[in-house]
Nanobody
Framework: QVQLVESGGGLVQAGGSLRLSCAAS????????WGWFRQAPGKEREFVAY????????YYADSVKGRFTISRDNAKNTVYLQMNSLKPEDTAVYYC????????????????WGQGTQVTVSS
């Protein structure tokens, strides 16, 4: 059974940092790409960051570019999202996803999803 489990969320003040992790089990994900998405209350889920299977390519939403960094450790079947200079508007449930999307920002092209972890940024 494939499982993706996020961790690392929590409450942080504006300007602070958090590091999210997403550990996968049940199969190897070394040939899959990873994505992070988020959903704020009352809003649609949106793309945050992407990393290719080889980690050679990354892509970020404009809203997080320069503040967030996605990385992966294939040996640990884990993807990370380092979030710095957090803003109140970053408050959301963050989800990791894995798959082989043709359009990296399209959530419907990812096959596996975690359950989400809450990130709350206070002003």
């Amino acid at each position: 059974q494939v499982q993706l489990v996020e961790s690392g969320g929590g409450l942080v003040q504006a300007g602070g940092s958090l590091r999210l992790s997403c550990a996968a089990s049940g199969r190897t994900f070394s040939s899959n790409a990873w994505g992070w998405f988020r959903q704020a209350p009352g809003k649609e889920r949106e793309f945050v960051a992407y990393i290719s299977w080889s980690a050679g390519n990354t892509y970020y939403a404009d809203s997080v570019k320069g503040r967030f960094t996605i990385s992966r450790d294939n040996a640990k079947n884990t993807v990370y999202l380092q979030m710095n200079s957090l803003k109140p508007e970053d408050t959301a449930v963050y989800y990791c996803a894995s798959g082989r999307p043709r359009t990296v920002t399209n959530q419907y092209q990812y096959d596996y999803w975690g359950q989400g972890t809450q990130v709350t940024v206070s002003s």
